[in-house]
């Protein structure tokens, strides 16, 4: 049981699901050939090795060396200075794909940067409760925030109100996918021990906000 919630843990972890989602994402796009080749290469970049890299580099400067067990158990102070530089690194990822051409993301520029946007909120959401010294759990945080986004598409997606939508049950599936990674990421966090229920609720609760409160501000509703 330990192994396999080690496993689900890793498999699991933020910077791999938001590149899966993302993924997910542009396949459901009519972006094809060689630009779809630099999206995912660019996301893959963006989303994973340069995170790794700096999160890393967190790790080690505050442990002055780095262990994989770090990254499940680490201090709060460095989860504060993680979530700085995560909030500056999306915001500067965000105005790079809204100034990439029209022809790399097509039509769905809006919904790429929405989500974009809303995780920089949940990031920073997620950095004030860490100054009121209240962990919550990024790997519900992250999971919650694309099952959310999932449902929200397949209601209303950014910038494509007036395209008539055969893929809302993809959009919906995408949600109910992620609710399934949820389930079992939060019971591998919690039978590992690395985070409370309580952690894991305000993970939960920001992964749900941050969509919702973006959407209700971009519709007006």
């Given at each position: ?88 690194y ?17 039509s ?35 999971v ?27 959009y ?50």
């Amino acid at each position: 049981m330990i192994k396999t919630a080690k496993f689900l843990s890793i498999f699991f972890h933020p910077l791999f699901v938001s590149f899966l989602n993302f993924l997910f994402l542009l396949l459901l796009s009519p972006i094809k050939g060689a630009v779809l080749g630099f999206d995912i290469t660019l996301f893959f970049l963006c989303i994973v090795v340069i995170p790794m890299f700096y999160t890393a580099a967190v790790v080690y400067n505050d442990n002055k060396e780095f262990s994989w067990a770090y990254l499940s158990d680490m201090a709060i102070h460095s989860r504060r200075k993680l979530l700085i530089y995560t909030v500056i690194y999306n915001l500067l990822v965000l105005l790079f794909v809204l100034n990439l051409n029209p022809i790399f993301f097509k039509s769905y520029k809006p919904m790429f940067a929405s989500i974009i946007m809303g995780f920089i909120f949940s990031m920073i959401l997620s950095f004030l409760m860490h100054l009121l010294n209240h962990k919550n759990s990024l790997h519900a945080l992250t999971v919650t925030f694309y099952m959310t986004f999932g449902f929200i598409f397949a209601w209303k997606i950014p910038g494509l109100e007036i395209i008539s939508d055969i893929s809302n049950a993809w959009y919906l599936g995408m949600g109910i996918v992620n609710f399934l990674i949820l389930c079992s990421v939060v019971w591998a966090r919690i039978f590992l021990k690395a985070h409370t229920v309580k952690e894991i609720a305000f993970g939960i609760l920001i992964g749900i906000l941050s969509p919702v409160i973006l959407t209700l501000l971009t519709y007006g509703i």
